[in-house]
């Protein structure tokens, strides 16, 4: 069972990314992914979640309107596209899976992806 994050870089303000979360070992159908960051010097916290039972949860308030989730159940991956960036979106990025329900809390998902730094600077 494997996450692997991708796609992450250095933007300007303003510009967009979507950063992509792989599967391998297992379906992500039916599983809730996640979506966490660190920015440096703070803790980790949740961005938002992604579930067929529940729709997309957003757990950062700052992020609602700009970024979304969505998956690729043929690829077997989740996507977080990231609009409107803004500096104190700096952080490294973490997608995680469980089965299911979606939580704002990193514990509750046994499954983590490796992280990828964005960085917005200009």
């Known amino acids: 069972v494997q996450l692997q994050a991708s796609g992450g870089g250095l933007v300007q303000p303003g510009d967009s990314l979507r950063l992509s979360c792989a599967a391998s070992g297992f379906t992500l159908e039916g599983y809730a992914i996640g979506w966490f960051r660190q920015a440096p010097g703070k803790e980790r916290e949740g961005v938002l979640c992604g579930s067929s039972r529940d729709g997309t949860t957003y757990y950062a308030g700052s992020v609602k309107g700009r970024f979304t989730i969505s998956r690729d159940n043929a690829k077997n991956t989740v996507y977080l596209q990231m609009n409107s960036l803004k500096r104190e979106d700096t952080a490294v990025y973490y997608c995680?899976?469980?089965?299911?329900?979606?939580?704002?809390?990193?514990?509750?998902?046994?499954?983590w992806g490796q992280g990828t730094q964005v960085t917005v600077s200009s």
């Open positions: 995680a899976a469980r089965w299911r329900i979606c939580s704002s809390y990193g514990l509750h998902f046994p499954n």
